[in-house]
């Protein structure tokens, strides 16, 4: 489980040292996907214990098409933070931009599991489905999250703008509803609402 720590422990000064040098700009002109993997590499020299930017390296080593170093990194934040849903949601994310669709809804099934009351990871996993095109997975997710609280606006309006920004107008306007019945009274939510509109669901800047 730890062979990819042992590994860098393994890699003497000098290396490491190189390794963490600049990049020059021609550097930066090379394919995207080798990049994303050279980049995720030296953030993991540097700082190979924190498990949520574990998480994100993984991210960065599937976009590469290095998927043993991505799942070495998933193991190895689940290593460090077991409980910590948003963990287990960061591992479903890398997955699902990289079409694993099994492997992303097996990360959102442990994440429910390593902390059955997180509303808020629930709710941004919900709107993580929603942008990888699986909407009936994310309104299931979504009403387990609403269901722990429902006097959460903002979290109402979060998915809500999800659905919208996928064309998903009748899913919207049911959370914008709950979003209002919530706190009618409330003039960010209200101002929320109407920025969701106007931005057509687009993340809020």
């Known amino acids: 489980m730890r ?13 490491q040292a190189l390794f963490c040098q600049a990049l020059d700009e021609a550097s930066f002109r ?12 030296r953030a993991r020299l540097l700082r190979p214990k924190d498990a949520k930017m574990l998480a994100e390296y993984g991210r960065a080593f599937l976009a590469a098409g290095e998927k043993a ?6 193991q190895l934040a689940r290593i460090e933070k077991p409980k910590d849903a ?9 997955y699902l931009r990289s079409n694993f669709r099994a492997e992303g809804l097996k990360a959102i099934a442990d994440m429910q599991v390593a902390d059955p009351k997180d509303k808020n990871a629930f709710t941004r996993a919900a709107v993580n489905l929603q942008d990888a095109g699986l909407p009936k997975e994310a309104d299931a997710l ?12 903002q979290n109402c309006v979060a998915y809500g703008r999800s659905c919208l920004r996928r064309g998903h107008r009748d899913s919207a306007a049911k959370w914008f509803a709950r979003a209002s019945q919530a706190k009618p009274q409330e003039e960010r939510m209200w101002n929320a609402l109407a920025l969701a509109y106007a931005d057509h669901g687009a993340e809020p800047s």
């Open 142 to 153: 979504m009403e387990r999250a609403w269901i722990l609280d429902p006097s959460d606006w």
């Open 30 to 41: 090379g394919d995207a996907r080798k990049l994303a993997g050279a980049c995720a590499d």
């Open 69 to 74: 170093k991505a799942e070495d990194c998933f």
């Open 86 to 94: 948003d963990v287990h949601r960061l591992i479903a994310v890398a």
């Open 3 to 15: 062979r990819l720590a042992r590994c860098l422990l393994a890699l003497p000064l000098c290396s």
